[in-house]
C-alpha cells in the first residue's frame, strides 16, 4: 500500500499503521480514509496529500 505525504507539514500517512488516534486501523488505505479525516499533525485535508513514490 502507498504512502501519501502532507503538501503542508510533512506528515507521512502509512496504511499499514493507520492513525490510531484518530481511530483509523492499520491497514486502512489512504483512498478509504473517511472524506473528513484530517491530518494529525496540522489539520490538512485529504486533497493536500500526494502519494509518494
Do not use: N, Q, R, T
Not at 510533512?10 to 472524506?35: K, N, Q, R, T, W
Not at 473528513?36 to 493536500?48: F, H, I, N, R
Amino acid at each position: 500500500m502507498d504512502k501519501w505525504e502532507c503538501l503542508v507539514c510533512g506528515y507521512v500517512y502509512d496504511p499499514a499503521v493507520g492513525d490510531p488516534d484518530s481511530d483509523i486501523p492499520p491497514g486502512m488505505p489512504f483512498e478509504d480514509l473517511p472524506d473528513d479525516w484530517v491530518c494529525p499533525d496540522c489539520g490538512a485535508e485529504k486533497d493536500m496529500f500526494e502519494k509518494l513514490e
